[in-house]
C-alpha cells in the first residue's frame, strides 16, 4: 500500500506561483503514473497532469504553458510548479498515483490533498 503525503499549499496572489510536492512511501514494487488533480468547491475533480515514469507529461488544457510537473523517481515524489496562478483555479489539489505490488498486482492511491488559494 502506498501512502501520499502532500505539501506546498497555500494562499498566492494571481498571477503569482507556487509549488506542490507529494511524496510516495510504503510498499510497492514500482510506481508508473503520477497526476494531479483538482476539486474546486461545488465541482468536479478534474485531472491537471500526468506523468509517467519515463517522464512523459500530459496537461489539462487550461493549463498548459503555466504549470509543469515533475518527478523524481528515486525519491518517489512528484511536483507540480504553478506560475501565473489564476483565482478560478483556486482549490484543493489531489496526488494521485497508480503502481504495481510485489505481486504484479495494479493499484492506485489518492493523497489527502492540499489547499490552493489564488486571491483575486
Known amino acids: 500500500q502506498v501512502q501520499l503525503v502532500e505539501s506546498g499549499g497555500g494562499l498566492v496572489q494571481a498571477g503569482g506561483s507556487l509549488r506542490l510536492s507529494c511524496a510516495a512511501s510504503?510498499?510497492?514494487?514500482?510506481?508508473?503514473?503520477m497526476n494531479w488533480y483538482r476539486q474546486a468547491s461545488g465541482k468536479e475533480r478534474e485531472l491537471v497532469a500526468t506523468?509517467?515514469?519515463?517522464?512523459?507529461?500530459n496537461y489539462a488544457d487550461s493549463v498548459k504553458g503555466r504549470l509543469t510537473i515533475s518527478r523524481d523517481n528515486a525519491k518517489n515524489t512528484v511536483l507540480l510548479q504553478m506560475n501565473g496562478l489564476k483565482h478560478e483555479e483556486t482549490a484543493v489539489y489531489y496526488c494521485?498515483?497508480?503502481?504495481?505490488?510485489?505481486?504484479?498486482?495494479?493499484?492506485?492511491?489518492w493523497g489527502q490533498g492540499t489547499q490552493v488559494t489564488g486571491s483575486s
Open positions: 494521485y498515483v497508480s503502481y504495481t505490488t510485489r505481486y504484479s498486482l495494479i493499484r492506485d492511491s
Open positions: 510504503g510498499r510497492f514494487f514500482s510506481i508508473t503514473t
Open positions: 506523468i509517467t515514469k519515463s517522464g512523459m507529461s
